[in-house]
């Protein structure tokens, strides 16, 4: 078994033999569409270019790739078979059994790219770590991998910047890879091969809306609902503690209390909300970080 990092790919493909069947793992979108677009980038060079995608939902899916790759002496093209293993309950043991199967049909004029985004994607690796199976981990996005994307992206868009604006960007767009990328796409529309200076990416930037907690709190308390979920969304991509959002709130809630509401509508809603955050509160370590945005989500829907 190869495992090869996102980062390395390029150099894997310096090789005069390269394998014809690809498992990628994990569930990052950008390092999935990079690596993806590297294979082929490759197998282009090689006259494959008819591709056929396949979702694994049922058994008869199964089916049909084992007939495409029974059929070898139909093909007069080379082709790209994407398989898609997305189904949560498929078991593990299952999918390794279709990948042996898969691997014992493979000719030289089918490539294959199989895609596997369930959660226990590292317990795939120990099963199958005997065979000799390409495995390309795009799992987490890790400084080293993110650094060659956004160096990749960059060169494709063939974008004249410096290191002073690339160091502006990356601090900007911290957590918020696919916010970074719609910005380099932006510039190279705007500039071109020009060259791009610092101050041209900040007054970029600045265009974009106010989406911090501060505001988030103050659109909630506005009731403007359609505002919040937008800037909460925007919050989401950049931050990983939900909690923060929480505490801002009830804070804000506890401030209104003190100001003495005669009003028992109100009243009654001020303390609903504030019973609803306690339970996240309490509950925090148990709940996972994208149910907490869910609950967030619930919440703006209770300032209405």
Known sequence: MIIILPENIKNFFLKKKIPNLYILLGKELSLLNYCKEKIFEKFKKRNFIKKKKIQIKKKKDIKKIFFILLQKNIFFKKIILEIYFNKKKENKKKIFKYIKKIKSLINKNILIIIYIF???????????KKKKITIINCIKINSINKKTLIKEKIKKLKLNINQQSKKILKKFYKK??????????????????????????????????????????????????????????????KTENPILIVRLIQNKIINIIKKKIKNNNIKKKIYKILNFLAKIEINYKKLKNKNIWFLLKILIFMFY
Do not use: D, T
């Not at 930037?205 to 505001?215: A, G, L, M, R």
């Open 118 to 128: 369930q959660k226990y994607a590292l317990n795939i690796i120990k099963i199958i």
């Open 176 to 237: 918020n890879l696919p916010g970074l990328f719609n910005i380099l796409n932006i510039l190279s529309l705007i500039f071109k091969k020009k060259k791009i200076k610092k101050k041209n990416i900040l007054k970029i930037i600045s265009y974009e809306p106010n989406y911090n907690e501060k505001n988030l709190i103050k659109k909630i308390f506005s009731k403007k609902i359609k505002k919040s979920i937008i800037i909460l969304k925007k919050i989401k991509n």
